[in-house]
């Protein structure tokens, strides 16, 4: 009797593993946010044997583009069919993605210059805990990877060079890499009809471009994380990309950069989403 | 005995539930009609990762033809089938797909001339809440497709046409585009001993005719819609169907249009299915 | 030993002729017409089996559009790689395809209207005559076809219709289908700066228009023809050829038809050419 | 002996169905130049069908690097397999491909500083002529392609931009733009010990580099070319190219631009080649 039952679960055991072949989605979870005082929207992507194993996985924070939500990845960048098939065939390896919202309340992924706003404090002071507790997440920096589109793509420079030692692996696609002049930073806030003081300009600039962190960061810190950064030939963020490639080239900073056909849109991220799982695989297999 | 068989039968369906890596379609659902008095029936299709997912869906209405009920996209156009492979392939995302039947009490997508019958009431103010509530679908305009074929082409283009704040794209097939003439509208309803007064004829032959509303509906509110027109090259609904495209093409309305080798059957319409999932996934997906 | 390498060389150019397994193009010809008192071009293709074999084939006659001349589909078309694959594959019938020049001296492939430039009169007098001599090509109607676009897709229709007794098949590819009207004629007479008497206004437009001619000509003429019918849904063209679908229809004359994705491009008659191929050639096959 | 000539015939016969259908390659043709006051070398590629056809074709000038010679497409670049690949595969229309010698006497493209060295006006004034004359070259700019590597990637800006009206398409691969500032152009004569008068510097450097045609050629010049400009992220050319491509979307002119994997090698220019032969010939095909 008790053979014969062992033989049913052996066989489930068995069809399962060969059989359990899609990650799970969900896209509405919340956590609640005491720096930003409200209720926080974030989707998350678990792999699929998440639920059949104990183990524990690495960790990518996959960050959307303005007039996205945390839904943006989900809807428009397949991320469940691509991570999927991805890991099917052997091109990343299972993780899990966390993909927050920074759409409410007030758009973006930075701190504000008046310190009313601290998104990014949310970030690494109660989103990465709150998930890195809740899910079988691993959290050294070796396992810990950041990617975005866009705005996103701007999170995703700033994030990893404010934190070196958190992250091994940060991909900004089609990245807004900040103003490239403290005058387009004030003409910004000056749009926003955001306060601030004329002396907190320029250290707000150093620290939200991606050019400036270039200079000011050690390079070894710099160095310490694997750097894939896309931007299509025929999208409006041009520029930064192309001086970000070069000032990297000049500080002899190794980093993968590609430009492809194609602007700034779904299409082109859906293409970059699988290069950039095989790419943050290669560095969570890393010894 | 007993209970390893149902011991055994438990772990099938869990791991079927978890594993299992098909969509499911179920045809005989019912919602309670206020408007028709009567249960209507329908069926629906969710997708592969529907259980073990949390997120939401765009939906696609897939409406059937004179003569077939909610089970004929079912049984003859293999919407189970044709819809799982196109999602495997990355050719269309995820979707719910509903399919209700127009066919019981009176055959048609549309409220009668004398108002007593309302089906297309029915549609927008019964139906659609239900499904939406019952399932999770998303219910922006930019998430919601309608397709359909034969006299559900012509439930296509007057949905759409009717409103157009609710559908980002509009797939007749093979349609019936409504009577070409206001002669053409009455002789069918004495056919079928419909009662009208004289003064409804106009009026309603201006609503329920694609080329009517394709001169009374603002240019602006059709261009909001992304329009797919396919008809065979020996489907006798031709004439109609030509003379939308030309009518189309003088408003400069952008619309891809389709003349394939074939005639009014469904081996036809199977070979148009995967290119209509394709196309409203390619609007869902922005790119 | 000299012998033997002359053997050799001889040998080698014996085989290379025979088993290069690809078609010729000329594309630099001339006939010389009294018709037209000067010396016309044409291009020719021949298949791979024309040197090596002493058989006859059928021929068809491809038409270039306004702005090319007889070497438009040898270098836009691709007419050589495109018909050796064809051919390869058993999807069409070695045959010889005959690319004459309607741009030089005058622009069309019809007589004017004042009787001063008779195009038309020297391809059937003079061109034809000409190869059918000079190359080994079938004279009887079921081994001639003519096809063409734009321009050339109205010559097919034309010189189809005129002579019904020459072709057994016609493929009219994005065609101009000639004057909607004859207001239309009579502007683009007078835009020209022709001369001609208003009397001879009706019947020329009745002549040259594929509508008054699916008209006029007996059904079991056109019947006697095989029509292969194509207009990309973004083509400018879009009106006549809906029109003559609707016109053929209503004859209940045979005929495929077909709208694809695309416009006025040679991207689109790319795609097309290989189908036309193996359309004619099923009539060439036809017993 | 009779067994001698039919071994050489079944061979022969052998290695002709094999073989026959390849392109032709000669890497040691000579030109005799006034202006350089020698025998200048060329490698040529002949399409599989040039023998057997009288057709004229479309012409690629493709230049190589420094350290190499007109040898260098053949034997590293494998001109031959690929071109032959890409036109069996529909990818590339046949064309004959030009590939001097600009390593022998003195090193480069470009006329020098002095005047004494004209390889600049051997090319357009000798070069062009002999072989559009010796082979069936088609002659107006819409036939005319140039393309190039490292130093033949500046000959390919070069001779694009000085000649706006003799080419439709040009392809600078890992290219060397020219001199940065005025600066390098004068270290670089230095080092070459190169005799120049002062005045000289100013006006050759605006002739010799990227940057400054760019703003020195009119726009619509610059237009009626086709660009696609291609550089590896790990060449050591990566800031003259990233500056080219900030220029031209700075004056809004359409160009593919590509960063793949790679470094300055064959490895990558190989990967290059049919993507040069397939956008040359989408220009050759007008669409």
Known sequence: MKKIISSILFLTLLTSTIYGQTGKVFDNLTVTSKILKDERKYAIYLPPDYETSERSYPVLYLLHGAGDDQTGWVQFGEVLHLTDKAIKKGEATPMIIVMPDADTGKRGYFNDISGTWRYEDFFFEELMPHVEQKYRIKSEKRYR????????????FMYALHHPELFSSACPLSAYVGPLTVEQLKSRLDRGEETYKEADLQPYFDRH???????????????????????????????GNSLVHIALRKKEIPHEYRVRQGAHNWTYWRESLPVVLSFVSDTFHQH
Chains 1, 2, 3, 4 share one sequence.
């Open 209 to 239: 471009n991606a050019l400036s962190l270039i200079e000011s960061v050690s390079v070894d810190d710099i160095k310490s994380i694997n750097w894939f950064i896309d931007c299509g030939d025929d999208d409006f963020l041009y520029e």
């Open 145 to 156: 990877a950041v990617a975005g589109l866009s705005m996103g793509g701007g999170g995703t």
